[in-house]
């Protein structure tokens, strides 16, 4: 039953229950009240420890406001043209977005591939295979930085021995500054895949069956059926996964605290890393306050234009 | 003729099949490898961790790694930690969640949808930005070093309440209509009502919580700052600082820690690994 | 809201006595002076001086209410057992106060813990920092200046090795003292050596002499360096630039001198040996471990490394370690490492008074060597070395011998509140170096730069 109902979810059928509903019940203003009143704690608590301290932020990024010391000095528009017009700034932003692209596309394309393998309902084997995979999403992430640091190592690793037995010379992959980032992005890519799976899968089992036979009758091959029907159908569940995987991979953090802190070279110096140790090792908590507005605007336009551009090309069933 | 062509395809089929399997097989072996990796590792001397040429089962079973990361980790302390910080949190931001995404999804109030959107740009909010105002806050309230600390701040998750409320709006609104008729309140409405029918994508959440809180390390790290109060998390990472600093030298013994780290979650998994996976796949996440 | 009126209600007892014990105070200073001033070293100019410094109060150190303090610390598990038994020490010889170690991780955390305990306000009452660290929260007001409490209770401060006091004072102030010191040296593959024939480097001249006789190549390849200098941490050829006569910053402290022809010499010779083959220079996260490993292994015949790592060189290596201060040109300095214990500002009055025991016990002469050895790290005191436990001290360690032969040659690091922000540039031309084999000296000019922003930043 709640299977059914859940799957029953369409954007149109949604529009159509709400607006009947404004039309048989009439509200009173009590009525309304009651309604917001369970919004509040959420709202509370989101006010009290998110916005507030986000607000906080905005006046303290137009200070230099040094962590440890009580004065906070009003520096105007100081921190933000600092910023803007330093270079590290730029290559900073560009780490981010390059890992975050790297990771949300591969991410994806490799959940999809793997759903695409491992949707096959009605086998144990299956199934187990789906748990396996979907193991290191659960596997915390200091967890899997230290596995993957000791994988990386240089001298002892095992990805080296790995790659001697095609020829190649050993890497200091974390210690380069051309692999450590890809290195970081294989280990997000490695926890992120199997969860995408299950989603994706889940997509791919709420397509009709009817649709592929109907398809099937008028010739389509497989791939064409991959083309016209799956893809189409998976569009809410892939917008789904690109916008929360684009936010979660512009925030990253912990892979870069436990295996590179920043380096080498400041070559994985993500945005929010070093917001992080302007803040706490160099103590300059106004400017990185400065910084968190800048990233806290560009995800936000970033995320409204993946919505607007999505709009068009997110096909819903029915 | 007929014939011939069925027992081809379902010959294809089969080989087909075969292919996929073995596909499968290799993904999923490739995918577990690191796991099966911190695990061999975890067991291995300080010698055979420094082989020229890694080996992929234990010469001996190195136990006392174990015994080194007990020494240096009071498990049983952290663990209990641990499960009750993951435990609150999944009561409160699942409590919330459920209140918020009903007036969210069937409530009718004005601007509803803005605020809605206020509660969906808390999720491009890293904690890792806002932690400083929150820490002074905690520790004006005295609430440093308590679960109150770990688990008070994150009672409101955008991405529980935006979950939930797609799972209610999916809900047919003449169930709620006969319910109200029939003099039914809010909360009963929510949790006698609602919630065994969006039962699949309360599950996942829960879930969902309990992994991102059971593996959560900055906030316990910054918010607790005695010994008794740390998590698991918190304790591998000290464990690693404690007992190799910058070296790479203990890291069979920080492989261990790492193991016994793990093990709750993954037992739990595997125990319940059908319905999770039944219930993500059921739930609604569009 | 709680917390604000609980520390308020907690400072208004010490208020009410403060008249009187003022009075006191006065009276106990005119004795003092009297008697020709307290403890205290005779400084040098710029130096600590405790001439216009308050002597601590007589009444608080008598005082035994029961109270516990937390000592935040980056001590790692190889020390716990030295650091439990001087506490449990401590506790028997202060029975009313009660010490609770907490271990914040290493310094990087424990810095950063500390940071967020002084926004809010609520800190432990004594902790570690690390040497570099010292200047930026000294600056800010962090720590107590331990100076009252020196004066009061006659501090032999001539009794420590100057540099290392040195290295915890900031302008005139002592804010903490030496609690686990090393210094960079030279840790040497002796069997290899002697078989060789060649000593370990005592000038720079005498390093190409010394490559040529101890690498090995093959064809291009080298498969054994002749040494090993760490690119890592800025700490190990800040003293090469100094003994190349260079500086960091000019005398001043205004403006960088990394760009200065003589500070430049250090660089360049790094650049030059490492294009030989000869040096091998390790950069970045577990560069530290593969060095040792290759010193470990006979890859690496000599490398530049922490005192405090010698324990686990003479445990691991399958030949004799020998120890050889770090060559020299126009100066021979070493520069101080390792943690001071300090005790924080904010801190209630009594648990300052607890800290301060603390504190004095922790580094006191008494205990200085056995302490030192149960950490692995140096003593400080100089009755202590000469002592008869000193010398079994050298007898059980004769490798830290050539260190105190040069214990006056051992420095503080360049103290300047931006100093772990602007190290990280010139640390970065280091990187590039090592990593992408660039010439160091046109990168330098360009740091200088960024240096220099920095400094006017901070302005």
């Not at chain 1, 509370?44 to 420890?49: D, S």
Request: with cysteine.
């Amino acid at each position: 039953m709640p299977m059914e109902t859940s799957k029953q979810m369409t954007k149109a059928a949604s529009k159509r229950a709400t607006a009947s509903v404004s039309k048989r019940m009439s509200h009173t203003v009590i009525e309304k009240w009651k309604d917001f009143s369970f919004a509040v704690p959420a709202l509370l608590f989101m006010g009290v420890f998110l916005y507030y301290p986000l607000g906080y932020s905005i006046y303290l990024s137009f200070t230099n406001w040094n962590m440890t010391r009580p004065v906070k000095k009003f520096v105007g528009a100081d921190n933000y043209t600092r910023l803007l017009s330093s270079p590290d700034f730029y290559h900073s932003l560009k780490v981010t977005f390059l890992y975050t692209f790297m990771d949300v596309v591969l991410t994806l394309a490799i959940g999809l591939l793997f759903a695409l393998l491992l949707n096959v309902s009605s086998s144990r084997l299956f199934g187990f295979m789906r748990g396996v995979i979907f193991m290191p999403y659960y596997v915390s992430m200091v967890v899997a930085a230290m596995v993957f640091t000791w994988i990386y190592n240089g001298q002892y690793g095992l990805l080296n021995n790995v790659v001697s037995w095609f020829g190649m010379d050993p890497v200091e992959w974390l210690n380069n500054p051309s692999t450590a980032l890809p290195a970081l992005v294989a280990v997000s890519v490695w926890k992120g895949v199997g969860f995408a799976m299950i989603l994706f899968i889940a997509g791919m089992r709420g397509i009709p069956a009817e649709y592929y036979e109907a398809a099937s009758i008028d010739g389509a091959s497989k791939f064409r059926q991959f083309r016209n029907i799956t893809l189409p159908l998976l569009s809410p569940m892939t917008l789904f996964l690109v916008i929360t995987s684009f936010i979660s991979s512009m925030q990253v953090f912990q892979s870069i605290d436990v295996m590179t802190a920043g380096g080498p070279l400041k070559a994985t110096n993500a945005i929010v890393y070093w917001i992080y140790t302007m803040a706490f090792s160099e103590f300059k908590t106004g400017r990185a306050s400065a910084l968190v507005m800048i990233l806290f605007v560009i995800i936000l336009l970033l995320t409204l234009v993946q919505f607007l551009v999505s709009r068009k090309k997110v096909h819903y069933e029915g | 003729m007929k014939d011939n062509y069925m027992a081809g395809s379902a010959k294809n089929r089969k080989a087909m099949m075969t292919l996929r399997i073995i596909g499968a097989v290799i993904v999923t072996l490739v995918m577990f490898f690191p796991v099966y990796w911190l695990l061999i590792s975890a067991f291995k001397t300080q010698s055979e961790m420094r082989m020229a040429v890694p080996t992929f089962w234990p010469e001996t079973f190195a136990w006392q790694n174990f015994a080194e990361a007990f020494r240096v980790i009071p498990y049983a302390r952290y663990f209990g930690n641990t499960l009750l910080m993951a435990v609150g949190t999944i009561v409160l931001q699942l409590n919330v969640a459920l209140m918020a995404a009903y007036a969210f999804a069937k409530g009718q109030f004005k601007g509803r949808d803005t605020l809605f959107l206020l509660v969906l740009a808390a999720l491009i909010v890293p904690e890792q930005v806002i932690f400083v105002p929150v820490y002074v806050m905690m520790s004006k309230l005295d609430w440093l070093n308590t679960f109150w600390a770990l688990i008070v701040p994150h009672g409101a998750s955008a991405y529980a309440i935006f979950l939930l409320r797609q799972a209610f709006k999916s809900i047919n609104n003449d169930v709620l209509e006969a319910a109200r008729v029939d003099g039914a309140g809010r909360f009963s409405i929510l949790y006698k009502l609602l919630f065994p029918m969006a039962m699949p994508t309360i599950v996942t959440m829960g879930v969902l919580i309990f992994i991102s809180s059971w593996n959560s390390y900055f906030w316990p790290l910054i918010m607790t700052n005695n010994n008794d109060m740390r998590v698991l998390t918190v304790g591998i990472a000290m464990l690693r600082d404690s007992i190799a600093g910058n070296e790479a030298m203990f890291f069979n013994v920080i492989m261990a820690s790492s193991v016994m780290a793990i093990i709750p979650i993954v037992v739990v998994f595997t125990v319940m690994q059908k319905h999770i996976v039944a219930a993500m796949a059921n739930s609604t996440f569009k | 809201m709680n917390g604000l009126m609980d520390s308020k209600g907690d400072n208004r007892l010490p208020m009410k006595k403060k008249s009187w014990l003022l009075m006191l105070l006065t009276i106990f200073m005119v004795i003092t002076t009297a008697c020709g001033g307290g403890g205290g070293s005779k400084t040098a100019e710029g130096e600590v001086s405790l001439d216009d410094v308050e002597a601590a109060s007589m009444d608080m150190k008598n005082d035994t209410t029961p109270i516990k303090i937390q000592y935040w610390h980056a001590h790692a598990d190889a020390q716990l057992e030295g650091l439990n038994y001087m506490i449990s020490e401590f506790q028997k010889k202060y029975p009313h106060i009660t010490v609770e170690p907490v271990f914040q991780g290493g310094y990087p955390d424990l810095h950063k813990k500390l940071s967020a305990a002084v926004a809010a306000n609520d800190v432990p009452a004594v902790t570690n920092v690390e040497v570099s660290s010292l200047a930026n929260f000294a600056d800010s007001g962090v720590f107590a200046d331990l100076g009252p409490w020196i004066k009061r209770d006659e501090v032999k401060m001539d009794d420590f090795a100057k540099g290392m006091l040195k290295a915890y004072a900031y302008n005139g102030k002592q804010y903490g003292f030496p609690l686990i010191v090393s210094t960079s040296v030279f840790v040497y593959n002796k069997t290899m050596l002697d078989e060789l024939g060649v000593e370990p480097p005592a000038k720079w001249d005498e390093i190409d002499d010394f490559n040529a006789k101890v690498t090995k190549k093959e064809g291009d390849k080298t498969t054994r360096y002749a040494f090993s200098i760490p690119g890592w941490d800025t700490w190990y050829y800040d003293p090469w630039n100094i003994n190349g006569g260079g500086q960091i910053l000019t005398d001043d402290m205004s403006a960088s001198a990394v760009e200065n022809e003589d500070s430049l010499r250090y660089i360049q010779n790094f650049y030059k040996w490492q294009n030989e083959g000869n040096m091998h220079m390790g950069f970045g996260k577990g560069a530290s471990d593969n060095m040792r490993q290759m010193f470990l292994n006979g890859e690496i015949a000599m490398v530049q490394h922490t005192s405090a790592m010698l324990k686990m060189y003479r445990e691991n290596a399958d030949f004799e370690v020998g120890v050889s201060f770090i060559p020299g040109d126009k100066v021979r300095t070493s520069n101080i490492g390792g943690a001071g214990i300090v005790m924080m500002e904010g801190a209630k009055d009594l648990e300052k008074e607890a800290a301060w025991k603390f504190i004095e016990f922790m580094t006191s002469a008494e205990q200085n060597i056995k302490w030192a050895e149960s950490v692995g790290y140096l003593p400080t005191r100089k009755s202590a070395i000469e002592s008869e436990e000193g010398d079994q001290y050298f007898e059980r360690w004769p490798q830290y011998r050539a260190v105190y032969e040069h214990f006056d040659e051992v420095t503080p690091r360049l103290q300047h509140p931006a100093y772990p922000e602007f190290s990280e540039v010139y640390k970065e031309v280091v990187g590039e170096m090592v990593l992408n084999k660039k010439d160091p000296t046109p990168l330098m000019q360009e740091a200088a730069k960024k240096i220099n922003d920095i400094l006017a930043d901070y302005e």
